[in-house]
């Protein structure tokens, strides 16, 4: 073997896109489309990234009570929470905090178990506008869903930057592109990162055989691979085989982009616990009713 044919790769195909599903409610504040995990984008598919909640772009009218959802438990895993358009506000049971401001990052490792509430920031429901988000949850390894809870917020401006030939650029937050490095740290390898190529410029993208990768189109469209479209507000899945892949914007474009490498661990899931075993969530559900997740009102 030559070292040329050494250094061969071969492309990640598209395997399908998926337009945006029907929307629900998840409390009176975040307006969602469920892309994860359903159907052909099981939690066995998608591994490690297990739920996908976009609130596409829409306007919220001012309210003097802020918008949101209230105390709710999480335990093995973690949120990824990302504010496009307006400002999300957070507390939890052990007395932790703060603002996800726009263009920034609120990456929390449940592990362990916490009460969680997220609303509108305060000011930002009394002036309403336009709000546009993205939660996404990672599932964590066997060995770590019970690590301590921690908090990594991350501002845009920490964030790792590559800009563009042609006057884009891309917004490292986990994993790396082109030897920059994004400042969250992971349990598994996780790439996370917003491409935001500018109309006609082209990004070329590699990732290992095997991991689980996915596009969501956030603003504009764009071509992948050369000949599939992936339109606003549609996710395109692309096959685990295969290395390489290519992103043309077809408009100036915001387009989030997750890869990572599957868990290959077994899934069970109870509403906001997701563990191994069933065995694990009823831990969890009786941790959860003795109180053992602390309180918040």
Do not use: C
């Not at 007395?95 to 920034?104: L, Q, R």
């Not at 930002?124 to 506008?129: A, F, I, L, N």
């Not at 295969?242 to 599957?262: F, K, Q, R």
């Amino acid at each position: 073997m030559t070292p040329e044919t050494k250094l061969e790769t071969t492309v990640k195909k598209v395997e399908r896109i998926v337009a945006p599903p029907p929307k629900h409610w998840v409390g009176d504040g975040f307006n969602v489309h469920g892309f994860l995990p359903h159907g052909p984008l099981s939690a066995e598919r998608m591994s490690p990234f297990f739920l996908l909640d976009y609130n596409s772009l829409m306007t919220f009218p001012p309210r003097l009570e802020p918008y949101g959802v209230g105390p709710h438990p999480h335990r093995g895993f973690e949120t990824v929470t990302i504010a496009y358009k307006g400002k999300v506000a957070h507390h939890d049971s052990r007395g932790n905090g703060g603002v996800i401001g726009e263009g920034d990052v609120q990456w929390m490792t449940a592990g362990s178990g916490l009460l969680h509430k997220e609303y509108h920031e305060k000011e930002r429901s009394k002036t309403g506008g336009p709000f546009q988000m993205v939660q996404l949850w990672v599932n964590l390894p066997a060995k770590d869903k019970m690590t301590e809870p921690k908090y990594q917020a991350i501002t845009n401006a920490e964030m790792g930057r590559v800009t563009l030939p042609g006057g884009g650029e891309v917004e490292i937050i986990a994993g790396e592109f082109e030897g920059t490095k994004g400042p969250a740290t992971t349990f598994s390898p996780v790439h996370l990162i917003n491409l935001k190529p500018k109309k006609g410029e082209k990004i070329d993208l590699s990732y290992p055989a095997g991991y689980t990768t996915a596009i969501l189109a956030i603003e504009g469209s764009a071509v992948l691979n050369g000949d599939k479209t992936l339109p606003l507000n549609h996710l395109a899945l692309f096959e685990r085989e295969g290395e390489t892949l290519t992103v043309e914007a077809s408009e100036d474009s915001v387009l989030l982009l997750m890869s990572g490498e599957p868990l290959n661990e077994p899934i069970a899931q109870y509403g906001p616990f997701l563990m191994n075993t069933q065995e694990e969530i009823m831990q969890a559900i009786r941790d959860f009713q003795m109180g053992k997740f602390g309180e918040l009102d």
